[in-house]
């Protein structure tokens, strides 16, 4: 099919897509819907967005493209708010856009929602798998049986699942019978900084929750006390006191500086001094951060490789726990040419597979394929 209009119902994506300084956290989704809004926009696309009200006009137009507000994000009467301010708000935003095709993430009862306005509509529907968790039953990081159900009602209708990697894909066809495309990440391209500019030997960048063990860093910040750590992110809603005390905890160690939130277009500049990535989630999908860092030519260290990518392009070393993570960062920070090196292959890989316009365009063919 010929595409000549997207709509990404990018509920958090608003602050991200604005450059805002104020929002304390960015999700990777919302990331990836404002790269592939400027990339679709850069191709001649007429792109829409649906965002949470913030304050902001109810419709406007950000850098080519289109915003419209649905309610803000605690809107509502506790029980009844399902229904409305948010179905209703969100279910006219999209008959507003009007576009050809939808996009849409991460997991949730909005995935139900695009999908059963998309079959009413004929439009066309486009979700992405987020997490390896969206693809295994009752392990969703979804609240209720209700949203749960819908969000597996809008899967199994949807025109495209787009899955991060091949395990995604294995595990969508093995728990759910359905097939998927794997597409990879959209990232900015950026160049390297040269060694002697580098002032950060371990950069941390996530939002501070559990799944990412932010603890971790300071465990391993420990071991390596002549090794200087920088950790980046904010606390998410609800998350506040698990924020408050890791943050503290941080401050505490004389090798560890804690940024807090940064807005993503300045994130850039940490990437540039750092001398490795580290990662230490128990759940992902594919990071954004991992991107950013080999982008920059910065090697990746992480107890997460999505399809064995980290170790089998040499992009970095992936471990198999905590522990092992002390003495990798030792030895690695001890080896200049190894860093150049593997920083150099990193760089040339990711513009080789997951600049922004690239990325956009597979989305394209795959439609056009349908």
């Not at 990404?8 to 104020?22: G, K, M, N």
């Not at 159900?149 to 991060?164: N, P, V």
């Not at 593997?342 to 890989?349: D, L, V």
Request: a neutral charge.
């Amino acid at each position: 099919m010929t595409v000549n209009s997207i709509c990404i119902v990018a509920l958090d994506a608003y602050p991200l897509l604005t450059a805002s300084t104020e929002a304390y956290y960015v999700g990777g989704e919302s990331v990836q819907h404002v790269l592939l809004a400027h990339a679709w926009r850069d191709m001649g696309i007429d792109v829409s967005m649906i965002v949470h009200d913030q304050g902001q006009p109810a419709v406007q137009t950000v850098s080519g493209i289109r915003t419209y507000s649905m309610c803000a994000r605690d809107s509502g009467i506790r029980v009844v708010r399902f229904f409305h301010p948010r179905m209703t708000s969100l279910v006219r935003a999209l008959k507003t856009c009007d576009a050809d095709v939808y996009y849409q993430s991460p997991a949730g009862v909005d995935t139900g929602i695009v999908s059963w306005f998309c079959q009413r509509r004929g439009k066309r529907f486009v979700f992405r798998i987020a997490s390896d968790v969206n693809c295994i039953p009752g392990k969703q990081l979804i609240t209720y049986w209700r949203d749960r159900k819908l969000f597996e009602y809008g899967l199994r209708h949807a025109d495209l699942i787009a899955s991060q990697t091949h395990y995604q894909q294995s595990l969508l066809r093995e728990n759910y019978q359905l097939e998927s495309e794997v597409v990879n990440m959209a990232a900015d391209i950026a160049t390297p900084c040269e060694p002697g500019e580098k002032d950060i030997d371990v950069l941390w960048v996530s939002n501070f929750r559990e799944v990412k063990r932010p603890e971790a860093v300071l465990e391993i910040a420990r071991a390596l006390p002549n090794v200087r750590f920088s950790m980046v992110g904010g606390m998410l809603p609800g998350g506040e006191a698990y924020y408050k005390k890791v943050a503290a905890e941080a401050r505490l160690l004389p090798n560890i500086t804690v940024h807090g939130a940064v807005p993503y277009h300045e994130v850039g500049k940490l990437y540039d001094r750092a001398r490795l990535f580290l990662n230490t989630s128990t759940v992902e999908g594919f990071p954004n951060s991992f991107l950013q860092a080999w982008m920059r030519g910065v090697p990746v260290v992480s107890t997460f490789d999505p399809d064995g990518l980290v170790n089998r392009e040499s992009l970095g070393v992936a471990a198999s726990s905590i522990a092992e993570l002390s003495p990798i960062i030792r030895n690695l920070l001890g080896n200049a040419t190894y860093l150049l090196e593997t920083g150099e292959r990193a760089h040339q890989f990711a513009i080789r597979e997951f600049s922004a316009t690239g990325v956009a365009k597979r989305y394209l063919d795959l439609l056009d394929a349908q």
